[in-house]
């Protein structure tokens, strides 16, 4: 097996993307497992209150992309990449794993009825907060919203400089500096500057948008793997050790608690992490599974076997949802 995540963005013009990435990465190595990471699979004017550059693919694209995933490869569902790391064994030529992030609801009404058409397992990352809280939305759509939706015309004071608001361009480009410096800062200053700033602005918050537990747990009985994305997906190298350990144990206990048992994975939130991070990850996930407690399937029980698995973090697959800088990191020894 190798380490290699083709992590994307397939906008739906640019389906031949998804084609040059699968088929470039088969020219890299043999054996290799292919990871594609999708936010949001909806129209661009569905929800024009969320930030719209979530959106992956529409409905159409996605089914189309799915479709040549039908044809062209092997989509591994996550009990065979665990499995297979387990034992050792080579995935099947062309393996490809469709991973979803953020459990957005546009998941239960788009991709997973295409999906099921294809019979195409996929797992679902789920920053574990959210569920049945409607106060709790993503801090991207609610500065989304503030920015693109103002009625102030005077430019915002920021700590990167005055944004100007008057056009719709500037409002764009206003909110993506900020998206970016938001991501620079400790977590918890830069959650109380998007509070204050979309408050400031004077726009509500924008509308909550995570699958209910109900509904994750209908997926699950279906089929979709649930994994766990922190909590309150902060960037996990942006909130403290303590913190890490928090948001770790605690959306993995969320999940054990609403779904049972659950595989031993995690996706960091937009690729935030580092080896520290790593470290808490594997020592915590290991000890979260050692009680006997969580009744566990003989595969997700022997994956946590110490020494099952390889290097430090064996016992976490970590999924990036950073774009280029995705990291398989399960595999790293192999
Ligand atoms: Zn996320």
């Known amino acids: 097996m190798v380490k290699q995540v083709s992590s994307f963005a397939t906008r739906s013009a640019v389906f031949s993307k998804l084609l040059s990435l699968l088929e470039q990465a088969d020219g890299q190595r043999p054996n290799l497992l292919r990871v594609l990471t999708y936010h949001r699979v ?4 569905a ?9 992956s693919a529409t409905p159409d694209a ?8 039908a044809a062209n490869y092997h989509v591994v569902s996550m009990a065979e990449l665990l499995d297979a790391c387990r034992t050792g064994a080579a995935l099947p030529p062309r393996s490809v794993m469709v991973t979803f992030d953020d459990a957005c609801r546009d998941f239960a009404q788009h991709a997973w009825p295409t999906l099921k058409r294809y019979r195409l397992p996929a797992t679902l990352f789920v920053p574990t907060a959210f569920p049945d809280h409607p106060d709790r939305t993503f801090w991207w759509d609610h500065l989304y919203q503030a920015v693109s939706t103002t009625i102030r015309c005077d430019d915002l004071d920021t700590p990167i400089g005055r944004l100007p608001l008057r056009t719709p361009t500037q409002r764009a480009q206003a909110f993506g ?11 918890r200053a830069a959650m109380e500057w998007v509070e204050r700033t979309c408050a400031d602005l004077g726009v509500p918050r924008a509308e909550h948008n995570v699958l209910g537990w109900d509904e994750l747990r209908r ?7 649930l994994g766990a994305h922190t909590r309150t997906h902060p960037l996990m190298n942006r909130v403290s050790l303590e913190e890490v350990r928090a948001e770790a144990v605690g959306s993995l206990r969320d999940l054990e ?3 049972g048992a659950v595989p031993p994975i995690f996706a960091y939130p937009s690729g935030g992490f580092n080896d520290e991070v790593v470290r808490i990850l594997a020592r915590r996930q290991r000890h979260a599974h050692s009680r006997p407690a969580a009744a566990a399937e003989d595969q997700h029980r022997a994956a946590h076997e110490p020494g099952a698995l390889p290097r430090a973090t064996a016992a976490v697959v970590a999924v990036s949802e950073s774009v280029a800088t995705a990291l398989w990191r399960l595999t790293a020894d192999r």
């Not at 929800?47 to 959106?55: F, V």
């Open 42 to 45: 909806d129209e661009p004017d």
């Open 47 to 55: 929800c024009p209150a969320l930030y719209p550059g979530l959106i």
């Open 62 to 69: 996605f089914d189309q992309q799915m479709s040549y995933l």
């Open 177 to 187: 500096q900020l998206k970016d410096y938001m991501k620079t800062l400790p977590h």
């Open 219 to 225: 997926l699950a009985r279906e089929g979709v793997t």
């Open 257 to 259: 608690r609403e779904i």
